[in-house]
């Protein structure tokens, strides 16, 4: 198995800039959780569909930011417009049981740099 | 919401040498307590939880404590190894929540 699969890995752009980060998650797990993690606001969980189903999204920052499971292989999470607070790393996990940390598996991350 | 404060935010230490790491919360409903290990430019990893029907839980060098009453909990790390050297956080999550509160994290730094 290959875990779960982020792109791109890297992403730089200018402000203003529609920004999609693409998650694959493990083959099977029906849990999916978007995070941000920045040195000024540590580890944030930003929404977490259950199958393909949005259940709490309460942690996205703003209406510049939406996600989506459009089946149960592939997520997106967009930016639009990018700013440069928004530069971070963004996690996304898996789980075939809902939040239990033990059964959570995280990507690699996408470092997103908005200029 | 919850709250969770974590202290301290940079810990150094020798090989060998004992390491602690202490979370409050503020959420008397908060029942799920994990720890997460993350190395640099690496994804987070779990590494203990403890739920809050248990008072503690280990796992060989690795150990965690919990204070209902007090409302904090704590990550013990006996014999340190350099390898253990990475940031350390730790999270609250309430049974009626589905988004977990994390802690700023620790900065652990073994030195050889």
């Known amino acids: 198995d290959a875990g779960v699969i982020q792109s791109p890995r890297h992403e730089v752009t200018e402000m203003g800039q529609e920004v999609t980060l693409r998650c694959k998650p493990i083959?099977?797990?029906?849990?999916l959780f978007w995070y941000r993690q920045t040195m000024m606001r540590g580890l944030e969980l930003l929404i977490y569909f259950n199958n393909n189903v949005p259940i709490d999204d309460s942690g996205m920052p703003e209406d510049r930011f939406s996600a989506k499971m459009p089946n149960a292989s592939f997520s997106t999470l967009k930016i639009q417009p990018s700013e440069p607070r928004d530069s971070a790393v963004y996690f996304c996990?898996?789980?075939?049981?809902?939040?239990?940390?033990?059964?959570?598996?995280f990507g690699p991350g996408t470092r997103l740099t908005v200029l | 919401g919850e709250n969770v404060e974590q202290h301290p935010s940079t810990l150094s230490v020798q090989e060998g040498d004992s390491a602690v790491i202490k979370c409050t919360y503020s959420?008397?409903?908060?029942?799920?307590f994990p720890w997460y290990k993350q190395e640099l430019g690496k994804r987070p990893q779990l590494i203990i939880d403890?739920?809050?029907?248990?008072g503690e839980k280990k796992d060989q060098r690795i150990a965690v404590t919990l204070n209902k009453t007090a409302k904090h909990f704590s990550l013990h790390i006996t014999e340190t190894q350099p390898e253990d050297s990475a940031v350390y956080f730790c999270?609250?999550?309430?049974?009626?929540?589905?988004?977990?509160?994390f802690g700023r994290g620790t900065s652990l730094i073994v030195h050889p």
């Open positions: 083959s099977g797990h029906n849990s």
């Open positions: 996990a898996s789980s075939d049981q809902g939040f239990r940390a033990d059964t959570q598996y």
């Open positions: 403890i739920r809050s029907n248990v």
């Open positions: 959420d008397s409903a908060s029942n799920y």
């Open positions: 999270a609250a999550m309430s049974g009626g929540s589905y988004i977990p509160t």
